[in-house]
């Protein structure tokens, strides 16, 4: 019987297969050469004192035990051509996970995308970087995979509760990821490998019968006696189907606005804004693992911060150890930021959406937009950045000690934001009480984490697409929307799901349910 033991362990046995047998064999009191395989189900880093130690869960396998490697397949999906058809907005994690789930119940899946297919995104993301240029189906948020394919893939969720993790992180691993997914405490494919996985889960969703179409926005949903009866597209095309997953994403403000035009019940929903802050990588290894060189073993540190501010709480947001930060507007005359990192992290800084929890009081100055008075202001904020730093895709940028005390930066120097920086004190991109949280919560944030607060670090703002600013309703047990049948808000752009893999079990869900529907028929 395979013996499971958990222990901690310095980085240089955890990353050797012959230290670590070596380790094994003491604490068990066999010989190393008794030792067929260990298999490690857990690991994490433990950074708390001084010396650095690797948390390990391990499974051991002695001589003459059987072990076997797990091997994780594709379900064993049927043709779907002729089945009952399912339309699905949106070619992210929530639409493509409910397209491949929708497969596996039977039903057809026909998934519509704005953007352009994974490959085709990367012209339009160089057009962005270099040529200041906004294409408003294709950029970091459009396009197939969602905004996660080229901001990071970060696979972390604290979301356990709302569905299978596991089976998520098991489709990945099945589709190309590398199976550390399952093991690491905070999982991570990378940007540089995303698209070849999205890629493969797309040509699948076509190989059994879905279809996948690019460069298609949608423009009209059909309603008749508050029921769907299919779409419209911007091509003028007209798809019918009383089955509708809408898996849009965070920042497709036309689909609320359409929504709002045609009196379907929409709420404007709470989110976080703030600014994304830069330090060398190097910096962030020496405050988080207590030594001037981390070495080969460690990984690049990373970082999680909270603090309560003026009654609200100001904390880190997709933080990307040993990454960049990458320009994410999705209209022209508005800068947005967000960051990524490669799956080596091996970047020479590490950044951090640095964010305030807003709440709906805050949106008063544009109640007249209802519904939409949360996007609204996030919109007002990424106009004034992008008139403040010259009308580009440069962005506001401040040294972070400076923006402490109020004092505009003499310069900036070059940081990963590709597009530029121009130099602006914080505030005038900020309300007052914003401004003075953040500058009170990084003095808070240095005494936290010692080194923090330096002028070695340049804040970037904003960092505003943490979230839907809007909550598309939808019934707690048939995910149906509450007052339009067939109509299923699905993922980060309903706001139900906050990353990839909420995401993509979101979708899965609302797949389940269209089916279970369908039964009762």
Known sequence: MPQELILQVTPEIAANEVLLKEYLSKQIKVSVDKIQHVSILKRSIDARQKTVR????????????????TKFQIPDYKNVANAQEVIVVGAGPAGLFAALQLIELGLKPIVIERGKEVRGRRRDLKAINVDHIVNEDSNYCFGEGGAGTYSDGKLYTRSKKRGDVTRILELFVAFGATSDILIDAHPHIGTNKLPQIIQDIREKIIEFGGQVLFETRLTDILIKNNEVQGIVTEKGDTILANKLILATGHSARDIYELLDRKEVFIEAKPFALGVRAEHPQSLIDSIQYSCDYRGEHL???PYSIV????????????????????????????????GWSPSKRDQATANSGIVIELKLEDFKPF????ALAGMEFQKSIEQKAWELAGQT??????????????????EIPKTSYVPGTTSIEM?????????????????????????????????????SRTSSPVRIPR????????????????????????????AAIDGEKCAIMIAEALKKR
Do not use: W
């Open 427 to 463: 505030g005038q991109v900020f309300p007052e009480y914003l401004t003075q949280i953040l500058r009170e919560g990084f003095t808070e944030f240095g005494k936290s984490m010692r080194g923090y607060l330096t002028n070695e670090a340049i804040i970037h703002a904003p960092e």
């Open 475 to 502: 019934d707690l047990y048939t995910y149906e929307h509450l007052q339009i049948k067939g109509l299923y808000p699905c993922g980060e752009g309903a706001g139900y799901a906050g990353g990839i893999i909420s």
């Open 367 to 370: 109640a007249k937009f209802g």
């Open 307 to 338: 603090k309560q501010v003026n009654g609200r709480g100001m904390y880190s947001f997709c933080m990307c150890p040993g990454g960049v930060i990458a320009p994410c507007a999705t209209s022209p005359g508005e800068v947005v930021t967000n």
């Open 393 to 410: 895709q440069k962005v506001p940028a401040q040294r972070m000690l400076d923006f402490t005390q109020n004092r505009v930066s003499s």
């Open 299 to 301: 990984p690049p540190a």
């Open 54 to 69: 690797i948390n390990l869960k391990v499974l051991i396998y002695l001589k003459g035990e059987q072990f076997q490697e």
